[in-house]
Structure formats: structure tokens, C-alpha cells
């Protein structure tokens, strides 16, 4: 197995990279839905919720509102904080059983963590940064997702700076261009991940338990 992870600002095109390197044979173990399996109707992760932050936060079918969840952890540091101790430990375990399926393999596995560069993870054999100019971030946001302008540069200042994801990176995707650029990219990425060293079919995966993403918000 060879194991790594993606990550990207909001906006940058971050899934795109992540179906491409599906589509060449990568297996994806996608951060933000393990969120949401997680956090389904019935879930000790959703109960937990529903104690602490209220029903308030539970949707009428049953889902977690995260709008609403959303509202009362941005402005609240505390709340922040519990919300982080109610999903971290669920999410870590999930996340570590999903690489742990293929350590045996030779496959490569890449997770696709949004907050990576804010949370590191141990255990990973290289970084994948796809970036974009911020200005680039808030034109897509706006024009594609509906934001408003002043919503979408929040959540990228909240969000790890451009400089500070491109620091430890190991591979590069610029996706500030024609999305026909990538695929160059991709595949001279394609060839780096499998030049890299197999892990030991002994080797155990873990590190540090991340929320993938803000409540509300998507990669």
C-alpha cells in the first residue's frame, strides 16, 4: 500500500483531482463523507450532538441540520471545541479502518482531507496540494456555489493561507487554468504516487483524528 494525502483550499477543485485519480485506480478515502456517514440519522455521533448543541440541530427527517449546526459553532469557540470532541474520535477510527482495508494491497490510497495543512496526519508518505489564487477561490465560489462575495473570503480566512498549504507540499496541482490543463498534471501525479515505496503489509495506519471540514461548508 502506498498512502497519501490531498488537500486544497475551498474553491480549488480539490474533488475534481480526487475523481481523477479514481478514475487511474487510486482509492479515495473522502474525509467529508465519512463526516456524513458518521453523523447519520440514528448515529451515537448525531445523538451526541443532539445533547449538546439541542434539537434545534436535527433536521425533520431525522439529518443533521448543518446549517443550523453551523450557526452555533462559528460563533462560539467553546462550542467549536465540544463539537470537535464529538466527531474527531468517530471520524480518525472510520478513516483509519477505511487505509487499513488495503494495507495487504499494493493499491494507492490518497485521502482527500480539506483541512490536512490545519491538521496534520501521520503516516502519510507525501502531501498533494491543489492550488489556486485566492482571487480565483472567490470568483468560483461566487459564480459556481452562490456564495456571496464577503461569505466566500470568510471562509477561506478561515481556512490555512495559500502559503501555508504550498509550504510542506510534496506534489503541486495548479488548477488555476482550463480544467483540460489538469489532466497533464494528473498524470505525471499518477506516476509520482507509484514510484513511491510499499508499505509493509505490517504497517499500521493511524495519526491525528480531523474534522474534515467546517459544518456548512465543502471542499
Do not use: C
Not at 488537500?7 to 475523481?19: D, M
Not at 514510484?195 to 467546517?214: I, V
Amino acid at each position: 500500500m502506498i498512502v497519501v494525502g490531498l488537500t486544497g483550499g475551498i474553491g480549488s477543485g480539490k474533488s475534481t483531482v480526487s475523481v481523477a485519480l479514481s478514475a487511474r485506480g487510486a482509492v479515495i478515502v473522502d474525509a467529508d463523507q465519512v463526516v456524513r456517514d458518521v453523523q447519520q440519522p440514528g448515529s451515537p455521533v448525531l445523538t451526541k450532538l443532539a445533547e449538546r448543541f439541542g434539537t434545534e440541530v436535527i433536521a425533520v427527517d431525522g439529518s443533521l441540520d448543518r446549517a443550523a449546526l453551523a450557526s452555533i459553532v462559528f460563533a462560539d469557540a467553546d462550542a467549536l471545541e465540544d463539537l470537535n470532541g464529538i466527531v474527531h474520535p468517530a471520524v480518525g477510527t472510520e478513516m483509519n479502518r477505511q487505509v487499513m482495508e488495503h494495507v495487504a494491497t499494493e493499491n494507492v490510497v490518497v485521502l482527500d482531507i480539506p483541512l490536512l495543512t490545519e491538521n496534520p496526519r501521520e503516516g502519510l508518505q507525501g502531501k498533494i496540494v491543489v492550488d489556486v489564487p485566492v482571487e480565483t477561490q472567490v470568483e468560483r465560489l461566487v459564480r459556481y456555489r452562490g456564495f456571496e462575495e464577503a461569505d466566500a473570503r470568510a471562509r477561506i480566512a478561515r481556512q490555512a493561507t495559500r502559503e501555508l498549504r504550498l509550504e510542506n507540499a510534496d506534489f503541486v496541482i495548479d488548477n488555476s487554468g482550463n480544467p483540460d490543463a489538469l489532466d497533464g498534471q494528473i498524470d505525471r501525479l499518477w506516476e509520482w504516487l507509484q514510484s513511491l515505496p510499499q508499505l509493509p503489509a505490517d504497517y499500521q495506519f493511524g495519526g491525528r483524528k480531523d474534522l474534515a471540514e467546517e459544518p456548512g461548508d465543502g471542499a
